[in-house]
């Protein structure tokens, strides 16, 4: 092979790799049921990215006593979790906690989502879901901060049926 065919050839598996995960949240974002979780806290400024905000969700801190789950020892030593929620009014809440991936029964009134879990301190667990961090327009970011403050942020989350979010 010559030196032009190796650079296309290193080129075109490039553009296979960041297509491909472009494709996969793209996925997400179309075949996805879409959800609307309460948010509680936002960080909206960083030097070097710009206008962006930290969401945190009432979901993001469980404690173990008020939901349904599986042994306390499973979920520690499990690095994901799958959050069972269910439509409560106008927000999606916890309803159980499981450490492996959900029966799809009662598909039109559940939903799960797929997190790691940060931290467990007691009976209380934290979990990412790997939607904590949103992009906003330039100056954007102190308006989601007061709008956050008074309880006024929703968020509009698309779950697959993988779990992804």
Known sequence: MSLRNNIIFIFIIWFVIIAGFIGYKEYTLSQGQKILLKTILLDPRDLF?????VLNYEISQLNLDSIKHDTINNISESKYIYLV???KEK???PVEIMTTVPDKDNEEQNVFMRGKIISQHDNRIVIEYGIES???EEGAGKELEQAAQKS???VEVSVD???NA
């Open 85 to 87: 929620l269910q439509k």
């Open 134 to 136: 949103y992009f906003v």
């Open 49 to 53: 990215r710009g206008d962006y905000v």
């Open 152 to 154: 006024q942020l929703e």
């Open 161 to 163: 049926k993988f779990g």
């Open 91 to 93: 927000y999606w809440a």
